[in-house]
């Protein structure tokens, strides 16, 4: 999606009216009486060391602001050293953006910059609209996306984590309340025995929010120890994970190689819980697949460290499946923040497999580019189509030799606990019922099937030996 960024303004612009302190509040609850969604001025500020897709700088915001609900109806950008400090733009640009939020009637401003409390209160005051910058939109989009339980304590703690240092920001306007006398000297504003209404409302608000974040802390924590007992539970599986930028098809993919009815939309960030199922690789291999939260550029902190538990299927995959999306012109920056993310997360070094995905509709100028990046190893789906993806279960599969054994063995029929786990953490290839017990041939992973012989030690016979199937594991 590509913008005009208007250079001259409307003519018909005119100077906006002063709102009261709670008028000011209204346009931050969102717009009153209007039909149909928000409309939206993009902003962004281009710095020296922005990673921001230059030919379309405002693209991604746009699309951002589209899954948040919002429909984007003209932008404007600047080149700067430095955000300003009062407002982030120049003064001419700032006056651009008061014609343009005028012309088309807009009910917010969003900015692909992250702005402190008082350059956000800065265009507001010039704009007379909500203003908002890209992380306080990636936390609205998470806000509401966020189904499960856990998903919303991790999006919460987010929020207030970034709320948390803003709030003296947002209260400023109750200086002219806060305690006798200002400047400096004798009776200065939060002296001693001064402090007013404004002040005592600052730290009561910390307050809550400090418990609160504490609260939400502990509980996540909880969580995080649980998923991580489930995720070592599953130690004797060989477990892959889908890892990409958000919208870059992992949900798809999921969906095509193991029918997950995982939801996928054309938005970024459609789906932020983890879920793992049992895909066959053929001929009575499987292995365990997880999807996982799409990453994005400059994604706040904050997220990244809530949703640690959400990731800990990536932190603890013997393989990552690493979609990048192909027909993106900004797909070699989007596969380096990946890069970016993952290598904080401590994942780098975990073996990966690049998919170049949606290589259905791909530009080939792009591919090629993708493919001179010289990764270890680089495969081309879609995800659509199914191109590719017999040749991605043939690689997988290789990749899992060497970790699973092939045994015989005699169960009697009283064993059922036993029957019950062979069925649960093996593949059965074949099963004959006699008076005695039950006879099976099955695949399972090497390490699990040293646990069950050791648990279960005595209550079946081997018949035979056992095989593995490989050579070794690969770890390229």
């Known amino acids: 999606m590509r913008h005009t960024i208007r250079s001259e303004p409307p003519g018909d612009a ?40 230059l030919r379309d700088p405002l693209g991604e915001l746009a699309d951002l602001a589209e899954s948040a609900g919002v429909r984007v109806v003209d932008a404007l950008v600047q080149k ?13 640009k700032l006056q651009e953006l008061v014609q343009l939020v005028l012309a088309h009637d807009a009910d917010v401003v969003i900015f692909d910059n992250d702005l402190l409390p008082r350059q956000i209160r800065g265009v507001e005051e010039a704009v007379q609209r909500k203003v ?52 400096t000297g004798v009776g200065a504003v939060g002296g001693v025995g001064t402090r007013g209404p404004g002040e005592r409302q600052i730290e009561i608000d ?6 609160r974040i504490s609260h939400l802390k502990r509980e996540i924590e909880d969580i995080d120890r649980r998923k991580q007992r489930e995720v070592r539970a599953r130690t004797e599986q060989f477990t892959v994970s889908l890892v990409g930028y958000t919208n870059s098809g992992k949900s798809t993919l999921m969906n095509k190689l193991t029918g997950a009815g995982r939801y996928a939309a054309d938005l970024l960030f459609a789906t932020l819980d983890t879920k793992t199922v049992r895909w066959n690789l053929g001929d009575g ?54 890069d970016e993310v993952l290598a904080s997360l401590g994942c780098d070094q975990i073996p990966q497999i690049t998919l170049l995905n949606k290589i259905d509709i791909a530009n080939h100028a ?41 045994v015989r063995l005699h169960v009697p029929h009283q064993e059922g606990k036993l029957l019950a786990e062979l069925d649960r953490a093996s593949e059965v290839l074949e099963r004959d019922y006699s008076e005695d017990g039950v006879h099976l ?10 646990q069950i012989r050791g648990r279960y030690a005595g209550s079946f016979r081997l018949v035979g030996g056992e095989s593995g199937d490989g050579v070794g594991e690969d770890r390229t």
């Open 14 to 53: 005119h100077q906006p009216k002063q709102l009261s302190q709670a008028e000011r509040d209204q346009f931050r609850a969102g717009p009153v009486g209007r039909d149909g969604p928000e409309k939206a001025i993009l902003v962004s500020v281009l710095l020296p060391h922005t990673k921001a897709d």
């Open 80 to 92: 700067r050293m430095n955000l300003a400090p009062a407002c982030g733009l120049g003064k001419g």
């Open 132 to 183: 908002i910058d890209r992380s306080e939109l990636i936390l609205d989009i998470f806000a509401a996306r966020a189904k499960t339980h856990e998903a919303q304590l991790q999006v919460e703690l987010a929020q207030l984590e970034y709320t948390s240092p803003r709030l003296r920001g947002m209260w400023t306007h109750l200086e002219r309340i806060a305690g006798a006398g200002g400047g």
């Open 206 to 211: 910390r307050r809550i929010v400090r418990d």
């Open 285 to 338: 291999h499987h292995v365990l697949l997880s999807d996982t939260v799409g990453f994005v550029r400059d994604i706040p902190h904050h997220l990244v460290a809530s949703f640690r538990a959400t990731l800990e299927e990536a932190l603890h995959a013997n393989l990552l499946l690493h979609i990048v999306d192909s027909s993106s012109p900004a797909a070699g920056q989007q596969m380096e923040t990946v």
């Open 366 to 406: 792009t591919v090629a580019e993708l493919l001179a990046r010289r990764r270890s190893q680089v495969m081309t789906i879609s995800a659509v189509t199914g191109q590719g993806l017999d040749e991605l279960a043939a690689e997988v599969l290789r990749r899992t030799q060497g970790q699973t054994v092939e």
């Open 441 to 450: 041939r099955v695949r399972l992973n090497r390490s699990m099937w040293e």
